[in-house]
């Protein structure tokens, strides 16, 4: 059912040349989209509410010195089944249709104490279908969970104009504080032997839920579909999210000077200082210094160096700072006198950048460190009845563990003309070096424990962007039209990969999160292609209606050695691109965004869609009918197979799709009301009503499933708004 979004904000500013002032309050809350009824003692729709509180106020003390007070706050509450979206989905995509979802009350008389027992209905689950969709969202208790976030900030600025023009420094403080706490009323599942059943009571035929399969009314006796009769009581649990308080110093010089109406020199000098503490847990550390020297002559040359030396906890004392160097040019073509006959260009500009940066991220604290704990125990004593507990070393430690570093090339061109047209193009390269990754690669698995992460990963990126836009008008009638583009690609150099015997298998000299599998070339469709094709499939006993492979090394079978890049990556496109339009005549407009991706790849792999029958998975038409049999021997998807297939359900390129798309992303109507007729009122100056959908539709390749949400997860939602702004 359609979820109610609301979103009200009210924001006053104001004050006088000492004083200035901002205030902004803001509710929000997303209603469920779950359609059921709830007869329970308790709320299980799915919400959310948020409130945003925020306050800022700038003092001029005096001639020099100045200061500021920043405040906000945040408070979050969420509300959830007991149960998750994804076991929601896949209830909807694997129970078959003929299944009730409640058992119908008949006057069976061994159905008499079942009926009393369960007021609000009898729910159908068997040892199959255990989970039932009604009991998931109405009889698995719920979650609830709020949250409280304060920011805020002081900072207090010098203006040192007695020393020298331009100079001013800046001290700031500021501090960060969560904290949170959920109710976990849940009903918890339970195992008899390798299946799990949930704790609400089911129901079903005593003679199974092929009663079912003849239609109309059911009117025999029924049995319990789990170990219970009556819905079991739920959860009461309740805990804190953990306590999370940030602190942050800074110290900043600035500097900034025209001399002699031409030469511009700016400079900055600042040093920080991070702490972060997570309930009890040894505080987190960071710092460092960022510098930053700018010249422009008569703003047309422009030079600029800046560099950062931070430091990091996370590496071993020694290698725990960075330095990060980086440098741009520029030159504003346009303000030269040989372009000033080009009238028609305002604006022309190329510029240039080249730096290194650095991460710290890595996979746990303190990994230059070795930690021991808990291993395997001797016992002693009488029939060696008395355990004691061992001593194991961890992961070894990796002391030379160091930051992760980016050399950053970018040269690109701003343009405008005309007044109207507006250009952006970058050009970037992206030498990723001391990459954390695993140095299982060069350690043979009889080393017998789990080895340290190596900086020796080597990554390059490489793309553009442009972007381009037009702006005019024609009286009345104002008009917009804009797009931008960007391409972007990535190659491993290196990763410390495990020996592979073939090129094609190698992840190196891929692009990151490349997909690899089995490369499809037909369908066995007769005894005999499967006998003498001179090619053993060894990945499992072949059948008509199986996938065939291409037998990439021409050792004539197939295993494991003959996987090979299909696709694209799975998680990141290579190309984005959108364009927007708006159109405005005497205060009504409409605006609409579109924006795409290409050379994107995903697996199909949507129960029932993509896998019917297997695992009791109901079937969809699309497989039904494109499915392989001898009564459809031009099907062009593999047989039917209730117990799996590892000819046909591995990765392969039947099964990896383009994920390309162009959704419409935002379209709006709205109208401004004229100016003139809001003096009339005093108080109003500016006054907006609005329509505006988010996410309309999608032309892709894939048809069935939306490319960003395949799988048995929550579909993209289409959203619908309706709304006004005022301003006084």
């Keep these: 059912k359609p979820g109610l979004q609301e979103d009200v904000s009210l924001s006053i500013r104001g004050g006088t040349d000492k004083v200035r002032y901002y205030v902004l309050a803001n509710y929000f809350s997303q209603g469920g989209n779950y359609k059921y009824s709830n007869a329970g003692e308790y709320d299980s729709q799915t919400k959310f509410t948020r409130y945003n509180f925020r306050s800022n106020i700038d003092i001029n003390i005096n001639r020099y010195l100045s200061t500021r007070l920043d405040l906000g706050a945040r408070i979050t509450d969420r509300n959830a089944p007991g149960t998750t979206a994804g076991r929601l989905m896949t209830i909807c995509a694997t129970q078959p249709p003929y299944l009730p979802i409640l058992v119908e009350e008949n006057a069976h008389p061994q159905n008499e104490e079942y009926i009393q027992q369960n007021p609000r209905g009898m729910l159908y689950g068997d040892n199959i279908y255990r989970y039932n969709l009604l009991g998931e969202l109405s009889r698995t ?153 700018a010249y422009y002559y008569n703003q047309k040359y422009l030079m600029e160096f800046n560099f950062g030396y931070n430091g990091s906890e996370n590496f071993a004392p020694g290698k725990r700072y960075g330095f990060f160097p980086a440098g741009s040019i520029g030159w504003v073509v346009s303000e030269e006198e040989f372009m000033k006959k080009a009238s028609w260009i305002d604006f022309l500009k190329v510029r240039a950048s080249y730096g290194l940066v650095g991460s710290d991220n890595v996979s746990s604290r303190f990994p230059y460190l070795a930690f021991y704990g808990g291993g395997s125990g001797y016992d002693f004593g009488n029939n060696f009845g008395t355990n004691v507990g061992g001593t194991s070393e961890g992961n070894l430690a990796n002391a030379n563990l160091t930051w992760e570093k980016a050399r950053k090339l970018n040269v690109g061109i701003d343009f405008r003309a005309w007044n109207k047209l507006t250009m952006t193009l970058d050009a970037f390269y992206d030498h990723r070096t001391d990459i954390l990754v695993s140095s299982g690669g060069s350690v043979s698995q009889i080393f017998g424990m789990s080895v340290p992460q190596i900086n020796n990963g080597v990554v390059d990126n490489k793309g553009i962007e442009a972007s381009l836009a037009w702006d005019d008008n024609i009286g009345n009638f104002k008009y917009h ?91 990141c496109p290579e190309i984005y691109y959108s364009f927007d339009l708006g159109l405005e005549y005497k205060g009504f407009g409409v605006y609409a965004l579109f924006q795409g991706v290409g050379n994107y790849s995903k697996v ?125």
Excluded at 623 to 652: A, H, M, V
Excluded at 679 to 700: E, I, N, S
């Design 141 to 293: 208790g719920y979650l609830n969970e709020k949250n409280t976030y304060l920011n805020g900030s002081f900072a207090m600025n010098l203006d040192m104009e007695f020393l020298t023009n331009g100079l001013k420094a800046e001290v700031l403080f500021s501090y960060d504080a969560s904290e949170g706490r959920w109710i976990n009323r849940k009903l918890d599942t339970y195992k008899d032997c390798y299946r799990e059943y949930p704790k609400y009571a089911t129901f079903m035929p005593i003679e199974g839920s092929d009663a079912y399969m003849a239609g109309g009314h059911y009117t025999g006796a029924y049995k319990t579909g789990n170990k219970y009769d009556i819905d079991q009581t739920i959860g009461n649990g309740f805990s804190h999210n953990a306590s999370d308080g940030r602190t942050y110093i800074q110290a900043r010089l600035d500097y900034n000077r025209l001399f002699s109406n031409r030469h511009e020199v700016t400079a900055m000098l600042l040093a920080n200082r991070g702490n972060r503490t997570v309930n009890n847990e040894l505080a987190y550390h960071s710092q460092g210094i960022t510098g930053r020297f």
């Design 481 to 571: 039209l804009g797009g931008q583009f960007t391409f972007t690609r990535n190659k491993i150099k290196n990763q410390n990969e495990e020996y592979r015997p073939y090129d094609y298998l190698k992840r190196t000299g891929s692009s990151m999160n490349q997909i690899f599998g089995y490369e499809v070339i037909g369908i066995y469709k007769s005894q005999d292609e499967i006998d003498n094709r001179g090619v053993e499939q060894l990945l499992g006993d072949v059948r008509l209606g199986d996938l065939m492979f291409k037998d990439q090394n021409g050792d004539n079978k197939i295993d494991a050695y003959d996987q090979v890049p299909l696709g694209y990556n799975a998680t």
């Design 604 to 728: 199909l792999n949507t129960a029932s869609v993509y896998r019917p029958i297997v695992n009791n998975n109901t079937i969809s038409t699309y497989y039904w009918e494109n499915r392989w049999s001898e009564s459809n021997p031009n099907g062009t998807l593999p047989r039917l197979t209730y117990s799996g297939s590892d000819n046909n359900y591995n990765t392969n390129s039947m099964w990896v799709s383009d994920a390309s798309f162009l959704k419409l992303r935002t379209l709006e109507l709205y109208y401004n009301f004229p100016t003139k007729l809001l003096k009339k009122t005093g108080f109003l100056a500016g006054v907006k009503v609005f329509a505006r959908g988010h996410d309309l539709f999608c032309l892709d390749g894939i048809d069935l499933r939306d490319p960003e949400s395949i799988g048995t997860e929550h579909p993209t939602m289409t959203q619908y708004a309706f709304g006004f702004n005022l301003s006084f």
